[in-house]
């Protein structure tokens, strides 16, 4: 069965960091582009990170670059995404997906997981 699995959210305090794993089974991660996206409450689903296959690129909204990091470990079958120096704007539902094409558009992924949520908050 393919599946794609985050784990690491939780609630963390302005300037904290958090980890986000997103686990594959049933599929070989390596063989796809990785993005990262996020939803608020009363928003769209937003790009935040993504990786390509080949080559490991990485690419960033503005908002997140040089606080957040993304990352593959093969031999896991996993991609992280370290969050580091934590807002309360980057509170949200954060979800992995999995696709042929390295693109910021979400209709583009193929597998998606479950969602996880963030929170960052005083």
């Known amino acids: 069965q393919v599946q794609l699995v985050e784990s690491g959210g939780g609630l963390v305090h302005p300037g904290g960091s958090l980890r986000l794993s997103c686990a594959a089974s049933g599929f070989t991660l390596d063989d796809y582009a990785i993005g990262w996206f996020r939803q608020a409450p009363g928003k769209e689903r937003e790009g935040v990170s993504c990786?390509?296959?080949?080559?490991?690129?990485?690419y960033y909204t503005d908002s997140v670059k040089g606080r957040f990091t993304i990352s593959r470990d093969n031999a896991k079958n996993t991609v992280y995404l370290q969050m580091n120096g934590l807002k309360p704007e980057d509170t949200a539902v954060y979800y992995c997906?999995?696709?042929?094409?390295?693109?910021?558009?979400?209709?583009?992924?193929?597998?998606w997981g479950q969602g996880i949520q963030v929170t960052v908050s005083s």
């Open positions: 990786i390509s296959t080949n080559d490991y690129m990485t």
């Open positions: 997906a999995a696709g042929l094409y390295l693109t910021w558009d979400p209709n583009e992924y193929e597998y």
